[in-house]
């Protein structure tokens, strides 16, 4: 199938819109409701999944798409008229690209202007600026050169036809005026981390093994002086990335991040210096660690494996002092309630479930990371969450543990929910429930207004914010991703013919209705749940709490499950499926 390109000021005439659904093969068939023109006629039709097919029959179209298995809904539909397309022509380059000043000193603000570019279709450029060899951020606001130098800003104009267009600009970065020399003495110190042994966030359950740490600090350097940073291993000193510049001196102070800092099975510190100085490095006093954030939120299913009285067994041995963290909150006394944040460890295991926790994620992850959030109380609902009028559980509460894993500029990078229990009663209906608790939106893809009413439920908090507003969430669908799993097992003391049947043939209630809310819940997949959403909630569904962590982690190995201490684990979870409906293949 050609492409065509037609011209930007082309009448096209909108269709009436339609549904499909692309198969394994990545083809797709569409019926509109309106006859099209005649075939021969150019169609271009716009879908939810910006992937573009081309028309092919009277009321029909059909084209190839990069997701397959995804529900896809026509979002627009028009076709060309029978002016025909116009001919491709390369790009031509009609104003240069520049900084200005064009002389600039080190640590100064600048302007970049990418220039302009002729050409059919119109095309998009891409750029980079480098010093010295170095780049430099183009996405940050004020574009500063941080180091003195010969620079080079390299602009590309493409627009899918050959050849492509290729300008630069060069010039030189003076040091300003009293800026440190090689061999200087100026010193700079380094804030420390709220707590030992932080843990950062790398991405993983969104594929990334990358993890940003703010730094900031004093300085007696003189103004747009740069600030480098490493990161070496707390116990030998040894150096593990490199020192590279994360901000200039401004005032007596300067601030700036370490990015891409990659995961790491040692305990690490941050080390900063003015660049070309001969002073000694300042070092954090805490230490740091890259692994993973994860929070459980639900009710009693998972608050009571954070409970010391329901601890009542022996806990496992935790092989790993340093492996795994917990933040929770005891319930019940004088409000509010402390918030504690323990490493799990041979000595203090927390609670026996949490020891058990521990113990999946030392033997399926050595060496990893692990900060884990209790983020449940025992016997509520979304409802009573996120509605303020409803005084049986606290947002601040929710919201404060949430705060103490950010205290140092990370976030969380998971969110497991298997909450399934006292929001039940909705079964099938549980989706379009609280969709604007999870979105902030409704069933139909409309703005939620806070604090108004959804069938029967008030939300004046949200989890993410997928609006046209956007903000209300306390997540950030772009650094946390969701997780769905469960139902939990719930015990029943009767003879059943089946999981929601007893042997008389009576249903059980709560087997009935938890099943299908459970289907509901994490089968979202009719639109107009936005794309985005599904690329950052990556929605899975496991047996367990513990299983669900394991398997939403990338790691190589094959989760397995807890084994008594001298025998040899599974190497694969058994998952009971009786009662569930498959997950669709592109969430899994």
């Known amino acids: 199938m050609s492409s065509q390109i037609y011209p930007s ?38 879908v939810s999944s910006s992937d573009a097919l ?104 493409r627009n899918g036809v050959a050849p492509k267009v290729e300008v630069s600009v060069t010039g030189t970065v003076s040091d300003p005026a009293g800026a440190p020399a090689p061999g200087n003495t100026h010193a700079a110190t380094v804030a420390g981390f709220s707590r030992d042994m932080a843990i950062f966030d790398s991405g993983a359950a969104r594929g990334l093994d990358a993890a940003t740490v703010p730094l900031s600090g004093t300085t007696d350097a003189l103004d747009g002086a740069q600030i480098m940073a490493e990161i070496v291993r707390a116990d030998t000193g040894a150096v593990v990335q490199a020192a590279v510049g994360v901000g200039t001196a401004s005032g007596g102070s300067w601030a700036g991040a370490l990015f891409g800092v990659p995961r790491n099975s040692n305990w690490l510190k941050v080390r900063v210096f003015v660049e070309g100085s001969t002073a000694a490095k300042a070092e954090t006093a805490n230490r740091f660690g890259v692994g993973h954030i994860v929070g459980l939120i639900g009710q009693s299913e998972d608050a009571r494996m954070f409970a010391d009285n329901f601890s009542q067994t022996a806990p496992l041995a935790v092989t790993d002092d340093s492996a795994v963290q917990v933040i929770r909150q005891q319930e019940g006394g004088a409000k509010p309630w402390p918030i504690t944040i323990e490493a799990v460890t041979a000595a203090s295991p927390v609670t026996a479930s949490i020891a058990a926790l521990a113990d999946v994620l030392i033997r399926n992850a050595p ?97 993410w914010d997928l609006s046209s507003i956007g903000g209300r969430g306390i997540f950030d669908a772009s650094k946390t991703a969701l997780m769905m799993f469960g139902p939990h097992r719930f015990e029943v003391g009767q003879d059943m013919l089946d999981a929601v049947t007893q042997a008389d043939g009576t249903p059980t209630i709560s087997s009935t209705s938890r099943t299908p809310a459970c289907r509901s819940a994490t089968c979202w997949t009719t639109p107009p749940w936005p794309r985005s959403w599904r690329r950052a909630a990556r929605v899975r569904r496991c047996c367990s709490t513990r299983t669900a962590i394991a398997r939403s982690a990338p790691w190589t190995t094959r989760p397995t499950r807890p084994a008594p201490i001298g025998t040899t684990p599974r190497t694969r979870p058994r998952i009971p499926t009786t009662g569930f409906r498959p997950a669709p293949a592109m969430w899994r």
């Open 54 to 157: 081309e028309y092919t029959g009277p009321d029909k179209a059909w084209g190839r798409s990069r997701s397959p298995g995804s529900h896809v809904v026509v979002s627009d539909a028009a076709v060309q008229p029978a002016s025909g397309p116009v001919a491709a022509v390369a790009p031509a380059v009609t104003a240069p690209p520049g900084v200005t000043p064009a002389a600039p000193q080190a640590g100064e603000d600048i302007t970049v202007t990418l220039g302009t570019a002729s050409g059919t279709p119109a095309p998009e450029a891409s750029a980079e600026l480098t010093v010295a060899g170095r780049r430099v951020a183009l996405d940050n606001a004020p574009i500063r050169f941080p180091r003195a130098g010969a620079y080079e800003l390299k602009v590309i104009w």
């Open 367 to 463: 060496g990893e990371k692990f900060l884990i959030l209790d983020l449940a109380h025992s016997g509520t609902g979304r409802g009573n969450l996120a509605n303020d009028s409803d005084f049986s559980r606290d947002w601040s509460d929710f919201a404060a543990i949430i705060a103490a894993a950010r205290a140092d500029g990370s976030d969380l990078g998971l969110i497991l929910d298997s909450w399934t229990a006292a929001d039940s009663a909705a079964a099938d209906m549980f989706r379009l429930r609280y969709y604007p608790f999870y979105a902030g939106i409704d069933a139909a893809g409309a703005d939620y207004v806070l604090g108004t009413s959804h069938q029967s439920r008030t939300y004046d908090h949200i989890l």
């Open 9 to 46: 000021d082309t009448t096209w005439t909108e269709l009436a819109t339609g549904d499909c659904v692309i198969t394994a093969r990545g083809e797709v068939d569409i019926t509109f409701a309106a006859t099209l023109p005649p075939a021969g006629a150019a169609a271009h039709i716009l």
